[in-house]
């Protein structure tokens, strides 16, 4: 299996792909606002074990999220920051040349997105996609400098909530605002859209991260997000 696909069992739905193109390990997530049953995950892991997969790692789920992963033998792999903005108050955007993200950006956008973290977090062309694919709408934006493209954004809408997908900003330019711009761009494109709220997530140790976002008026949740994992096969 090579890209994501979605697997359904009555109404459960989830989306399986490779982690980051690691063929061994098993990506697994939810759809916005489906938490699944634990039948139904015992089902999948069952499959993903035909299918050769050795461990499986969730996206970011919250807390009414994890019940049924628990319950099938998932345990935390990592914690997450959660953070919630109004859209009340939205800075000006600093001057950074932004536009609409197309297909022949998608190899630079995953060479910053390289750069920009490290090998367990880093997206490969389907992470790109299950992002892009992950809400009924989502919006590609990346930031140019000097005539070529150093930062990107993915955001999403479900019903009256956006999701901040990803966020990404060349190293060497980090600290100019482009981050800062991306964001608002984001927050600006929700407003006008009616949503109520933009969450984002961030790793608890990204600390540059999480000063940007609080910056800009995000809000830390009083409960985080966590990564579940499950092993398949032990070695």
Sequence with gaps: MGKSNVIDWGADR??????RGDSSIAYLAPFPGRSPQPQTLDRCLDELRERGFRSVLTAALGRDEQGAFFAAGFQVHEELHLLRHDLRTIPYPPPVSLRRGRRRDERTVLKVDELAFDSFWRFDA???????AATPTSRFRVAEHGGRVVGYAVTGRAAAVGYLQRLAVHPTLQGRGIGAALVIDTLRWSQRRNVAAVMVNTQAGNHRALALYERLGFRRESHGLAVLERVLAWE
């Design 14 to 19: 989830l989306r399986v792909s490779p982690w």
């Design 126 to 132: 389907p992470g790109l996609a299950d992002a892009r």
